[in-house]
């Protein structure tokens, strides 16, 4: 990666890469609490036994 060292105004790359990962990991949100009733509605006809270990 010596090709960065020289670059003139490369110093921007290192935060930008930092406030991208912060913004995408922020929108992430655990799918868990939503799949559990979904699965176990009246459409897909699951019990919560069988979409339990599905889960796990």
Same mark, same amino acid.
């Given at each position: 990666m010596?090709? @960065?060292?020289?670059?003139i105004g490369?110093? @921007?790359?290192?935060?930008?890469?930092i406030i991208c990962a912060n913004g995408f990991f922020s929108t992430?949100?655990?799918s868990e609490s939503f799949l559990t009733p979904y699965l176990s509605g009246p459409d897909k006809n699951l019990t919560i036994e069988q979409v339990t270990p599905l889960l796990w």
């Open positions: 010596d090709c @960065w060292k020289g670059a490369s110093n @921007w790359i290192y935060p930008t890469v992430m949100r655990p």
